[in-house]
Nanobody
Framework: QVQVVESGGGLVQAGESLRLSCAASGRTFSNLEMAWFRQAPGKERDFVAAISWSGGSVIYGDDVKGRFTASRDNAKNTVSLQMNSLKPEDTAVYYC???????????????????WGQGTQVTVSS
């Protein structure tokens, strides 16, 4: 079993930045592919970013490209999501997800991730 814990959410104004962190334990961290999703009230859980086990490959959702940067530190068993130029439409609960390295399912679908954190709220005011 893998435990996933997010931190770093909060309330910011439009245009500001925020950095989320996610710690995973229970399995060798470099054997996990990690991702970020978000869910606004009344909406589906949307893909934000995914990062390969080495950190060498990162993909982003269209809505966040150029503004968000995902990274990981395998020595610290953490992944981060740096969010710049935040917009009110970025307001959501942000979730960190994990799955076993080498799994061939789509990176973009939440159902393809086995382990989830409890989420952290990000609110961007206009």
């Amino acid at each position: 079993q893998v435990q996933v814990v997010e931190s770093g959410g909060g309330l910011v104004q439009a245009g500001e930045s925020l950095r989320l962190s996610c710690a995973a334990s229970g399995r060798t961290f470099s054997n996990l592919e990690m991702a970020w999703f978000r869910q606004a009230p009344g909406k589906e859980r949307d893909f934000v970013a995914a990062i390969s086990w080495s950190g060498g490959s990162v993909i982003y959702g269209d809505d966040v490209k150029g503004r968000f940067t995902a990274s990981r530190d395998n020595a610290k068993n953490t992944v981060s999501l740096q969010m710049n130029s935040l917009k009110p439409e970025d307001t959501a609960v942000y979730y960190c997800a994990a799955r076993q390295r080498g799994y061939s399912g789509s990176f973009y679908l939440p159902e393809k991730y086995e382990f989830w954190g409890q989420g952290t709220q990000v609110t961007v005011s206009s």
